[in-house]
T-cell receptor, first 113, second 112 residues
Framework: DTGVSQNPRHKITKRGQNVTFRCDPI?????LYWYRQTLGQGPEFLTY????????KSRLLSDRFSAERPKGSFSTLEIQRTEQGDSAMYLC???????????FGSGTRLTVV | KNEVEQSPQNLTAQEGEFITINCSYS?????LHWLQQHPGGGIVSLFM???GKKKHGRLIATINIQEKHSSLHITASHPRDSAVYIC??????????????FGKGTHLIIQP
């Protein structure tokens, strides 16, 4: 296992289009987190899964955002009807739990034009 | 006011200098993390602390739970240490599972 993998690395889309990102966590990790990071800011929590259950969602996650983790393995984050304000780096991390360290993916950089 | 504050925001130093980055937080936490982010986005976990001090190579992290403060030190700094260093905490939520709350990061540049 080479760590947390995110695809694609970069995505440019037109405003109004839908986009989907994928995160493959470390296979033994039961927790998976999505974060969003805008330029010059620290990452902000979006949502988290324990196995296949989505246990928490930030109020930052509007109705246009949906995340899934079928079978408790990889996760997808979909943004519908993208807006320019959605342009950011979307980071995925996985862990065994809050008593353990996190492993981050390299992120997906979204640009909405 | 952010729950996690870092200082300084930007730091430029000469190779070999001793570097200190500070982090203060305002909530109860179960753990504090120091992360390193290089240009392009990749984040590497450096330390996870709940008390005391940890050391790894030239990096040292300390935490004072009573004062809600942590420091990251780099000894004998090198240009390859240039990166953004981010402090993040696990807010204690009595068994909940909140994600990390991050500081805005400290942009460190080490000049040769």
């Amino acid at each position: 296992d080479t760590g947390v993998s995110q695809n694609p690395r970069h995505k440019i889309t037109k405003r109004g289009q839908n986009v989907t990102f994928r995160c493959d966590p470390i296979s033994e990790h039961n927790r998976l987190y999505w974060y969003r990071q805008t330029l010059g800011q620290g990452p902000e929590f979006l949502t988290y899964f324990q196995n296949e259950a989505q246990l928490e969602k930030s109020r930052l996650l509007s109705d246009r955002f949906s995340a899934e983790r079928p079978k408790g393995s990889f996760s997808t984050l979909e943004i519908q009807r993208t807006e320019q304000g959605d342009s950011a780096m979307y980071l995925c991390a996985s862990s065994w739990g809050t008593d353990y360290g996190y492993t981050f993916g390299s992120g997906t950089r979204l640009t909405v034009v | 006011k952010n729950e996690v504050e870092q200082s300084p925001q930007n730091l430029t130093a000469q190779e070999g200098e001793f570097i200190t980055i500070n982090c203060s937080y305002s909530v109860g936490i179960s753990a504090l993390h120091w992360l390193q982010q290089h240009p392009g986005g990749g984040i590497v976990s450096l330390f996870m602390l709940s008390s005391g001090k940890k050391k790894h190579g030239r990096l040292i992290a300390t935490i004072n739970i009573q004062e809600k403060h942590s420091s990251l030190h780099i000894t004998a700094s090198h240009p390859r240490d240039s990166a953004v260093y981010i402090c993040a905490v696990n807010p204690y939520s009595g068994g909940g599972a909140d994600g990390l709350t991050f500081g805005k990061g400290t942009h460190l540049i080490i000049q040769p």
